[in-house]
């Protein structure tokens, strides 16, 4: 069982595929990690911690290596009401089944 440090391997799985996606973006605009690093104000050593998919390094560095990568638009809209499947077919079942004009 998870501890309150260590998520579930679930979310583990996520970070480092996040993390390879990162290393991958930054590699195919060329840039080096120290450049990346500055652009991100923050270190080389936290941006391969970034890219390795380290779950203890806060959500806002890699909000800050994703902009700094132009990337951070998909961050924003990650739990974007409009692509949340789930919370739309929730809704949906949840719609009355008839619609009555109301009494005077």
């Known amino acids: 069982m998870p501890t309150p440090t260590t998520p579930p ?33 923050t270190s080389r050593k ?3 911690r970034v890219e390795a998919g380290d779950h203890t ?22 739990a974007d009401p409009a692509r949340d499947d789930i919370g739309l077919s929730l809704s949906a079942a949840e719609l009355p089944q008839r619609v009555r004009n109301p009494k005077p």
């Open 9 to 41: 391997s679930a979310v583990r799985r996520a970070l480092r595929k996040l993390g390879q996606d990162i290393r991958d973006a930054r590699k195919r605009r060329s840039l080096p990690m120290e450049t990346v690093a500055q652009r991100a104000f």
């Open 46 to 48: 936290t941006l391969q």
């Open 57 to 78: 390094v806060s959500i806002s560095i890699y909000g800050s290596v994703l902009q700094a990568l132009g990337l951070l638009e998909g961050l924003a809209n990650l």
